[in-house]
Nanobody, 123 residues
Framework: QVQLVESGGGLVQAGGSLRLSCAASGRTFSRDDMGWFRQAPGKEREFVAAITWSGGQTYYGDSVKGRFTISRDNAKNTVYLQMNGLKPEDTSLYYC????????????????WGQGTQVTVSS
């Protein structure tokens, strides 16, 4: 059974940092592009970051550019999201997923969504 499990969320003060992890199981994802999205209550799912299978290219949403960094360790079948300079507006449930088609920034092209990890940033 293919499964993605996000972890690393928590409560942090504005300006702080967190590192999210997305561990995959069931099969290897070393040849798949991966992405992070987030969704706050009452809002649509928002693209955060994505990384190609080799790690050679990365993509970021405008609201996180320069603050967040996506990376991966294919040997561990894990994708990371380093979040620095956190702001209250980053408060959300963060998900990772595998891109199966389409643009890197579009959630509809992703599959195998995890349950998410909550990030809360206090002001």
């Amino acid at each position: 059974q293919v499964q993605l499990v996000e972890s690393g969320g928590g409560l942090v003060q504005a300006g702080g940092s967190l590192r999210l992890s997305c561990a995959a199981s069931g099969r290897t994802f070393s040849r798949d592009d991966m992405g992070w999205f987030r969704q706050a209550p009452g809002k649509e799912r928002e693209f955060v970051a994505a990384i190609t299978w080799s790690g050679g290219q990365t993509y970021y949403g405008d609201s996180v550019k320069g603050r967040f960094t996506i990376s991966r360790d294919n040997a561990k079948n894990t994708v990371y999201l380093q979040m620095n300079g956190l702001k209250p507006e980053d408060t959300s449930l963060y998900y990772c997923a595998v891109r199966i088609r389409g643009l890197m920034t579009i959630a509809a092209g992703y599959k195998y969504w995890g349950q998410g990890t909550q990030v809360t940033v206090s002001s």
